[in-house]
């Protein structure tokens, strides 16, 4: 996904995979890019205002790494399924219910999901302009705004 943050102070969530009933997940916090409560990254790679290409895969054996302009961020370990789809439902930039003040105002240019995980060697070359990649056919799905957003 590329995306950017009015505000990138604090914590701000990019991606829900629980329907809003779990803080846990990948956010923003402060420029960095983070996995509550379990990993930060070293730098803060985001900036307020700028748009940043975000990719988050997982593979088979529970691998999550995140990745911003195709540089790895960190790479965790998903014994506990936290980045797996709870209830069919994928919230992005929408924080749970249980505290306030992590979303952000900002601008959501390109959201793309596949149906398997990405090489590290894919992530990097991913062009989602169209230009020369070698990322494998990704699978769009249709959504409501209200069903993907609200």
Same mark, same amino acid.
């Given at each position: ?9 604090? @914590? ?113 070359? @991913? ?24």
């Amino acid at each position: 996904m590329r995306f950017r943050f009015d505000d990138i102070t604090g @914590f701000r969530r990019i991606v829900d995979f629980k329907d809003r009933a779990s803080d846990t997940g990948p956010y923003v916090l402060s420029g960095n890019a983070n996995f509550y409560n379990i990993m930060t990254g070293v730098n803060p790679i985001y900036a307020q205002n700028q748009l940043a290409l975000s990719l988050f895969t997982r593979d088979a054996s529970g691998t999550f790494s995140a990745y911003v302009g195709g540089v790895l961020q960190y790479t965790l370990s998903d014994v506990g399924n936290l980045a797996t789809v709870a209830v069919n439902t994928v919230r992005f930039f929408q924080d749970d219910t249980a505290v306030g003040g992590e979303a952000s105002a900002g601008l959501v240019n390109y959201i793309a999901t596949w149906n398997r995980a990405l090489t590290a060697e894919q992530v990097r070359l @991913f062009d989602p302009t169209g230009g020369n990649t070698i990322v494998p056919e990704r699978r769009r799905s249709r959504c409501s705004p209200r069903a993907c957003c609200a």
